[in-house]
Nanobody, 124 residues
Framework: QVQLVESGGGLVQAGGSLRLSCAAS????????VGWFRQAPGKEREFAAA????????YYDDSKKGRFTISRDNAKNTVYLQVSSLKPEDTAVYYC?????????????????WGQGTQVTVSS
């Protein structure tokens, strides 16, 4: 059974930083690209960043470049999302997802497995 478990969310002040983790089990982790999405209250889930199975390729939503950094450690079956200079508008539930293709990684339907999400709240 495939599981993705996010952690690292919480309440942080504007200007701070967080590192989110996504721990995977039940799949050959290095065969899967992993993406991070987020969903703010009343809004659609949006793509933030993705990393290829080997970790050699990354892709970011244009609005996230410079503040978001995605990385992975395949030995630990874990993907990380470092978010810096946090803003109140970064408040959202952050989800990780695993997909078998590196194509169209910004699309939710390209992912096979999803985690339950971790809440990030940024206070002003």
């Amino acid at each position: 059974q495939v599981q993705l478990v996010e952690s690292g969310g919480g309440l942080v002040q504007a200007g701070g930083s967080l590192r989110l983790s996504c721990a995977a089990s039940g799949l050959t982790f290095s065969n899967y690209a992993v993406g991070w999405f987020r969903q703010a209250p009343g809004k659609e889930r949006e793509f933030a960043a993705a990393v290829s199975g080997s970790g050699g390729n990354t892709y970011y939503d244009d609005s996230k470049k410079g503040r978001f950094t995605i990385s992975r450690d395949n030995a630990k079956n874990t993907v990380y999302l470092q978010v810096s200079s946090l803003k109140p508008e970064d408040t959202a539930v952050y989800y990780c997802a695993a997909g078998s293709s590196w194509l169209q990684v910004t699309l939710r339907r390209k992912y096979d497995y999803w985690g339950q999400g971790t809440q990030v709240t940024v206070s002003s």
